[in-house]
């Protein structure tokens, strides 16, 4: 099926396996650096992000996905993909808001970002998107999102979730989300155990993320309860660096994330 690569263009055909599917993609030619057609083949009849692993449940969390300016995000990043790091970020964020989609109990998704190019893909995705009217960090992007949801929902359960998590798995997802509709105000920690990539607040709770250097440590002193799920590591992998990108590719990168990674290893 169509879906959307961030890269330049290549024209190129390549091969790719992972473990129980094998998957050719075909990059087309577009005008400049926009976005390139990707046509996925796989051995699975779905990609195991998105299917046979759900359990249908009642669509009741909105998610917010905070996406920066590609000059400004995944700045760790440069030395490992140069040029590639403005496309890889968006693929990430791609993905991540995609996996979210699928996710059984995500009634909404709703992407607060400035970058032009992503507003249209997230909103090809099914996402709705706002702009990062206060433009004063991630913190204050979020609480903006909360505030465009329950000001038409009041009692709206909100999640924010990092836009750095290619690997995600809607299942997964539903797991977290489950465990989180337990507590009025949780979080789930990275998967170093020190920064956070879910925080959520459920009807009637405020929505006060703290966000930023330790942030696992900043959540927990604030009140929140930390989600203790075991077997959810597509949810916790965020990716920072060159380190965190290959557990990701270990555990399976989704399919924008991965055209980008074609890209960067047929520059080598």
């Known amino acids: 099926m169509p879906s959307r690569c961030f890269g330049p263009p290549t024209g190129s055909s390549f091969r790719v396996g992972h473990p129980g599917r094998v998957h050719c993609l075909s ?13 996925v083949e796989s051995a699975t009849a779905a990609h195991p992000r998105f299917g046979g692993c759900v359990t249908p449940v009642a ?5 917010i996905v905070p996406v ?10 440069a030395d490992t993909v140069g040029e590639l790091r403005p496309y890889m970020a968006r693929a990430f964020a791609a993905d991540t808001v995609a996996a979210a989609l699928a996710c059984p109990p995500v009634r909404s998704v709703l992407v607060v970002t400035d970058d032009d190019e992503f507003r249209a893909e997230a909103r090809r995705l099914g996402a ?34 990092s836009a750095d998590l290619p690997a995600l798995r809607a299942a997964e997802l539903q797991r977290v989300l489950e465990h989180a509709a ?11 155990g ?20 330790r942030s696992r440590a900043a959540h927990q002193e604030a009140g929140a309860v930390e989600l203790d799920i075991a077997d959810v590591p597509t949810v916790r992998r965020d ?5 965190d990108l290959w557990d990701g590719m270990r555990i399976g990168l ?10 960067l290893d047929a520059a080598f």
């Open 27 to 39: 990059l087309d030619r577009t005008d400049g650096l926009a976005l390139n057609d990707v046509r």
């Open 59 to 63: 669509a009741s969390w909105s998610i």
């Open 68 to 77: 920066k300016r590609p000059e400004l995000a995944k700045t760790r990043l």
């Open 128 to 161: 709705e998107v706002i702009a990062d009217t206060p433009g004063a960090g991630l913190n204050a992007a979020l609480r903006h999102g909360a505030r465009h949801l329950r000001g038409h929902r009041p009692a709206l359960p909100v999640a924010s979730l």
């Open 182 to 192: 337990e507590y009025p105000i949780s979080f789930l920690a990275d998967a170093v």
């Open 194 to 213: 020190v920064g956070t990539t879910l925080y959520a607040s459920t009807t009637g709770a405020p929505f006060l993320p703290r966000f930023g250097e």
């Open 239 to 243: 990716i920072d660096t060159a380190v």
């Open 254 to 263: 989704g399919p924008r994330t991965e055209s980008v990674i074609l890209q």
